[in-house]
């Protein structure tokens, strides 16, 4: 039987980013921009994102094992979930509709080409660091040197007996979505679940975990759907800083009112209650709490996209076939990859936990000088 193309980015969440041109989506094509070419194509959700015998490996030089009906039956079970979400773009916010949101963060996030290559890139990074401390690598116990079958089973072994850890940490997250303004689309790329941080870096914040304090987790569902997973802490901290924003300026005011005796004690509380009412911080949490959708405007999209460009490992999809951020992140993560030349070596524990890289320019929703999101009408 000929070897199968396995998805690492499967074909249930493809389906949502479809070409706009309606004859290339009703024959499922999308388009693709290859990172490190420089150039788009468009191409079945048959051929992208995944490999031949990508989740196959070789017990023995006799036995192939594989754990492709085991991701299958995974993508049956959470297919229904994604389809609701894309129709309805509302949460139900149960206990089990996040238990499966979290599964499918979690699963997406450890799945892919990107994840499994992190190992090598860790090893590439320690032998650099030992040379230049004057050392031959091949003389030092401990790196790794994996060959391209030994990858592919470290990675297979790691999903196996992590995925359940990944998924206890995503469930303790803040579910929500987010819809673009008309015109303008999410991407998808080879590594579609990303993560944000917006403290400042120190030994204890700022640090691009899945269990990291204050961390924002994203997943494109389609092209007019992200899904959303927030430390809660960011949304308390996000109130906090509206309260006392509000509280500076409104009840400053309506005191000053009530000490000149313009207004009574009750007046100046109704006015305080009503820019309680008209904050768009709060707003914005009733929604979410309601399983309702919010609407960012065209920089917040513009940065989720960049996110997905800058942490793909090669390909990337826009279904307006536009890719003009996409290719602005191009000479970037260029950048990035020279200075990871010099870089000290990742911490191992990265491997599992966090994935390293340098902050975006671009502020996602939670950014503390303010956002342009609102609940969607």
Not at 26 to 51: C, R, Y
Request: hydrophobic fraction near 40%.
């Amino acid at each position: 039987m000929a070897a199968q193309h396995q998805h690492y980015v499967p074909k249930l969440l493809l389906r949502g980013f479809l070409s706009g041109d309606p004859e290339r989506a009703l024959k499922e094509q999308v388009h693709v921009l290859d990172l490190e070419a420089g150039k788009s194509f468009p191409t079945s959700i048959d051929n992208i994102m995944g490999e031949r015998r990508f989740n196959e490996f070789w017990v023995d030089d006799d036995v192939l094992a594989t754990i492709e009906p085991w991701t299958s039956r995974i993508e049956s079970h959470l297919a229904p979930i994604i389809e609701r979400i894309r129709a309805r773009k509302t949460l139900e916010r149960t206990q089990e509709e996040i238990a499966n949101l979290a599964f499918l963060m979690a699963f997406q996030f450890v799945r892919t080409k990107r994840m499994r290559l992190m190992p090598e890139r860790i090893d590439a990074q320690l032998r650099r660091h030992v040379k230049r401390m004057g050392f031959d690598p091949a003389k030092v116990d401990g790196l790794m040197n994996l060959d391209e079958e030994g990858l592919k089973k470290e990675h297979i072994r790691h999903q196996v007996q992590n995925l359940e850890k990944y998924v206890e940490i995503m469930a303790e997250k803040e579910f929500f979505l987010m819809t673009p303004p008309d015109g303008r689309s999410f991407y998808i790329s080879d590594h579609p679940v990303v993560l944000h941080n917006d403290e400042p870096r120190t030994v204890h914040t700022g640090h691009l975990g899945i269990g990291a304090a204050y961390i924002q987790i994203y997943l494109p569902l389609s092209s007019d759907v992200l899904l959303c997973a927030y430390d809660k802490a960011v949304l308390g901290q996000m109130m906090k800083a509206s309260d006392e924003a509000r509280n500076k300026e409104v009840a400053g005011y309506a005191l000053s009112k009530l000490i000149a005796g313009e207004i009574f004690a009750a007046q100046m509380k109704q006015a305080i209650d009503a820019a309680r009412d008209l904050d768009p911080v709060a707003a914005m949490i009733r929604a979410i709490r309601a399983g309702q959708p919010i609407a960012v405007g065209p920089e917040q999209v513009q940065c989720y996209n960049s996110l997905q460009a800058f942490v793909a490992h090669r390909f990337v999809i826009d279904p307006d076939d536009s890719f003009a951020v996409a290719r602005d992140m191009i000479g970037e993560r260029k950048s990035v990859g020279q200075d990871e030349q010099g870089a000290e070596p990742e911490d191992l524990a990265a491997t599992h936990f966090s994935e390293t890289g340098v902050s975006m320019p671009a502020k996602p929703i939670a950014a503390k000088h303010g956002s342009q999101a609102r609940p969607a009408q």
